[in-house]
């Protein structure tokens, strides 16, 4: 028996473990029936529990270090802060951007008829049509005054005509004759400071503008005053209004002759004539009348001095 066989005691040589294949380290084994180094190694002695591992965090390696993965690259703490940051800056600045261009067509755009009502805007469109179709209609008037009286025969007449025409014309514009026609019938009714004379001077304006003809105003008591274009209002002592001297009470009635819906259109625009009258606690309330008399005459104005020329 050799010396090996001695040692042993078995008489046999005990056979050598086999090797495990080394690799890099940190790398698994590559053999498929490697067993799983999580598993307990086979020499534990039995009865004892397995122990569980903690997760802990591996210390960051430096680069280049023995056991790092091919093409590994370090990461910079706060690499992924600076990136959350510059996305949020971002988002303010296009927050901030959006809000510059609305407030800049917010402020571009016209306030007055940004808050006026579809219907208001229907309204104001059809008071400018009406007043471009009387427009053309006084040009073709114009122009077939100017035709028949360049005519040979009939230039004589026309002109006597036209002259008369023009005279009725200047005549009502002046209150030194009266006027029928169709228009509105105006009432205002309040306490003084929704009838004063500024109330009842922006009412008169806003006819005019839209058209209106000729107008006069009478008092509870039936006193009238032809409105032309030198009439003044001013308030009274006792809260009455004084229209070119004479004194009316309360309530107010304005007969005006003119196209009924473009004047009262006219009075209902929003910030108007009925709505202010409305927010100082009175009352606006207009009538279509077919026919409406305006019969109170203005005194003409006596000339000291102007001469008509021959």
């Not at 294949?21 to 799983?36: I, L, V």
């Not at 053309?136 to 004589?156: H, V, Y």
Request: no cysteine; glycine share 10%.
């Amino acid at each position: 028996m050799s010396e090996v066989h001695r040692e042993t005691g078995t008489g046999w040589p005990q056979p050598a473990e086999p090797g495990r294949p080394s690799g890099p380290a940190g790398e698994p084994d590559p053999r498929p029936d490697a067993p799983d180094p999580d598993e307990l190694s086979p020499l534990a002695p039995e009865g004892e529990p397995p122990v569980e591992r903690e997760d802990v965090p591996a210390p960051a390696e430096e680069p280049g270090a023995v056991g790092s993965p091919p093409g590994s690259e370090t990461r910079a703490p706060g690499s992924r802060r600076l990136t959350s940051a510059g996305a949020m800056i971002a988002v303010l600045l296009a927050l901030l951007g959006f809000t510059l261009v609305v407030q800049l067509k917010t402020t571009s755009t016209d306030p007055t008829l940004a808050a006026t009502r579809e219907e208001d805007l229907v309204r104001i469109s059809s008071d400018l049509d009406a007043r471009e179709r009387r427009l053309r209609q006084d040009i073709e008037a114009l122009e077939d005054s100017q035709r028949q009286l360049r005519s040979g025969e009939q230039g004589r007449q026309a002109a006597l005509e036209e002259a008369t025409r023009r005279a009725d014309e200047l005549g009502i514009l002046a209150g030194t004759l009266p006027a029928v026609g169709p228009g509105l019938e105006v009432e205002f009714r309040g306490p003084e400071k929704a009838t004063s004379s500024i109330r009842i001077l922006d009412a008169v304006q806003e006819l005019r503008g839209a058209g209106a003809e000729a107008m006069q105003i009478r008092g509870a008591d039936g006193t009238a005053v032809r409105i032309i274009a030198s009439t003044y209002f001013v308030d009274g002592s006792d809260g009455d209004l004084v229209v070119d001297g004479r004194r009316l009470s309360g309530p107010y009635t304005v007969l005006v002759i003119g196209d009924p819906a473009t004047m009262r259109t006219a009075l209902n625009i929003p910030g108007g004539v009925v709505s202010t009258v409305r927010g100082a606690g009175g009352n606006v309330t207009t009538e279509d009348r077919e026919v409406v008399e305006v019969s109170q005459l203005h005194a003409p104005i006596k000339l000291d001095h102007a001469r008509p020329v021959s």
